[in-house]
């Protein structure tokens, strides 16, 4: 069992940062895959960023490649979202959620098994 809460969430100008963080709990955090997704109002949730159990492979939505960085502290047992050039239409509730299967990178909901509550983003024009 993983338990994952989120936090770092907050109200910001357009292009500025935030960094999202993800604490887990549980010994098998460090054989999980971990991602991040969000979902804006009256949207579907969608894929943000994932990174390997072992942190050496990461992969990313094409909307915020080059702009956001995952990356994780095993030690901590913590994932982080660094967030940069923040544009308004990246304004949503952000999830932080573990995959159990240590095959490839996912991407879809449906084969994340372990999510958090979320955290508000809100980016201003």
């Known amino acids: 069992q993983v338990q994952l809460v989120e936090s770092g969430g907050g109200l910001v100008q357009a292009g500025g940062s935030l960094r999202l963080s993800c604490a887990a709990s549980g010994r098998t955090f460090r054989s999980f895959h971990m991602g991040w997704f969000r979902q804006a109002p009256g949207k579907e949730r969608e894929f943000v960023a994932a990174?390997?159990?072992?942190?050496?492979?990461?992969f990313y939505a094409g909307s915020v490649k080059g702009r956001f960085t995952i990356s994780r502290d095993s030690a901590k047992n913590t994932v982080f979202l660094q967030m940069n050039s923040l544009k308004p239409e990246d304004t949503a509730v952000y999830y932080c959620?573990?995959?159990?299967?240590?095959?490839?990178?996912?991407?879809?909901?449906?084969?994340?098994?372990?999510w958090g509550q979320g955290t508000q983003v809100t980016v201003s024009s």
């Open positions: 990174i390997s159990w072992g942190g050496a492979s990461t």
């Open positions: 959620a573990a995959d159990p299967d240590m095959g490839e990178l996912r991407r879809t909901v449906s084969e994340y098994e372990y």
